[in-house]
């Protein structure tokens, strides 16, 4: 089994949302989870933040049935604590590594 992508919220409106010019990275990307070719982990607060945005483009229902079907492609990871830690610090790191080049 291949590690686990975690995909940011905004990946998942390129494709949720078809929003160009990224749709059609986000679109083979989550091809690839469906072909079970590799696992997508999203965030729990992901479902929340798509659901405020795509209500306002589609219906709350609409937006509803799309969450569920996308739920079907990812895993969702709970957020606590360690996890907001070990970001940070990876995101740190990846910083000052990236500024040092």
């Known amino acids: 089994m291949n590690p686990p992508l975690f995909i940011d919220t905004d990946i998942v409106l390129d494709l949720l949302a078809r929003r160009d010019p ?6 083979t990307l989550f091809s ?28 709350a229902r609409t937006a509803q049935e799309v969450l569920r079907s996308f739920k079907q492609l990812v895993t969702v ?5 360690v996890l907001l830690y070990i970001m940070c610090d990876i995101f740190a790191m990846l910083f000052f590594f990236k500024s040092s080049i």
């Open 77 to 81: 990871a709970a957020v606590d604590y």
């Open 22 to 27: 990224f749709y059609a990275a986000a679109a």
């Open 32 to 59: 690839m989870a469906k072909m079970g070719e590799v696992t997508l982990c999203v965030s729990s607060l992901t479902f929340s933040n798509l659901f405020y945005i795509l209500r306002k483009q589609l219906s």
